[in-house]
């Protein structure tokens, strides 16, 4: 009776052993998240805080509201600039017709003007001929030729004014350029009033807690003011294992994690990736061990886990302690092991 009660133990002890070979744990664990500060981008008074300490926010959720009352000023005001623009391109263009329908009818008076020097060159001819003949008298000669000199010197007003109107046309496109450039700026500067706008109502970029709320309605927030801390939804645990325990982690194993504020609960993870180096060397001030008095000491090494599925009951932050229990081998069936050993 012994003898069996000596071999029951003997397997179980060994079953124990064999099943927790198949499993690496650490208390030095806890839960982590990404927290930052929610800042003011704009100055203004608060006006509105419709959220209070460790409430659940949505995407979107806002968080407090600013005094807007300055930035809708400065947004109508970037509007009218934007406005008297987009006018003054119109007022341009509108004188550009304009100036080429000059340009057309100076192109015509050119030509008429030309028309005429044409007529008096042959007229001038044909009393020059007259008076040499001596059938036309000299004084009508000269009259044609006084006339003929008139006409040259229309024609050259009339190309100097055709001239000067196409290059009228020339100096408008120049200014039509320039009132386009401070069209883009008045837009430039609209869209920027837009954001500052909306840099008054605070809201959530991702789902997560208000932790630390400090603002107050009726206080004065400057930019770049710390108005709470913020916990978004997404953690995970790092554990730091002891560097003899990784030989056999792998990203994807299941973890089983036991958390010290729920310690009747137990909930599901796996292993997310491993840090490629000890949590020493990423430290603020390195180990260094080139020294005469050195002793070697087992490394923590940051294991990074993610949580499947967080049960809605169970408030989880950073800093909570957690216990992990990594299965870094399929275990086998109590059957198959009875098999083995027996």
Do not use: C
Request: hydrophobic share 45%; net charge negative; proline share 4%.
């Amino acid at each position: 009776m012994a003898v069996l009660i000596l071999a029951v133990a003997a397997a179980g002890g060994y079953l124990y052993l064999d099943y927790t070979g198949h499993f690496q744990s650490t208390d030095d664990a806890f839960i982590a998240a990404r927290q930052f500060a929610l800042s003011a981008k704009v100055s203004g008074y608060v006006t509105a805080v419709p959220v209070t300490d460790n409430q659940h926010v949505a995407v979107g959720g806002v968080i407090a509201r600013l005094d807007d009352r300055d930035y809708r000023v400065a947004l109508e005001q970037a509007q009218a600039q934007v406005a008297v623009a987009q006018a003054n391109i119109q007022n341009i263009d509108a004188q550009i017709v304009v100036q080429q329908a000059q340009v057309h009818a100076n192109e015509a008076q050119v030509e008429q003007t030309q028309a005429t020097l044409v007529f008096a060159q042959q007229e001038a001819a044909r009393y020059g001929d007259l008076a040499k003949k001596g059938i036309g008298t000299v004084e009508s000669a000269q009259q044609y030729v006084s006339q003929l000199h008139q006409q040259e010197a229309a024609l050259k007003t009339s190309q100097a004014n055709l001239t000067v109107a196409q290059q009228q046309i020339g100096a408008l496109q120049a200014q039509r350029a320039s009132a386009v450039a401070t069209l883009a700026q008045a837009t430039a500067q609209l869209h920027q009033a837009d954001l500052n706008l909306s840099y008054t109502i605070l809201t959530a970029a991702q789902a997560g807690r208000v932790v630390s709320l400090t603002a107050a309605v009726g206080e004065y927030a400057q930019a770049g003011t710390s108005l709470s801390m913020f916990v978004p939804d997404e953690m995970w645990v790092t554990a730091n294992f002891k560097e003899t325990q990784l030989t056999a982690m792998q990203p994807g194993q299941s973890v089983e994690l036991s958390i010290d504020a729920f310690p009747d609960r137990v909930i599901q993870g796996r292993v997310a990736s491993v840090q490629p180096g000890s949590g020493t060397a990423f430290s603020l001030l390195p180990v260094e061990n080139a020294t005469g008095n050195y002793v070697k000491i087992v490394q923590r090494v940051p294991v990074k886990i993610v949580i499947n599925a967080v049960p809605p009951d169970l408030v989880l932050g950073p800093g909570m302690s957690v216990v992990p229990n990594v299965r870094i081998d399929p275990t086998p069936s109590l059957l198959e092991r009875l098999r083995a050993f027996l």
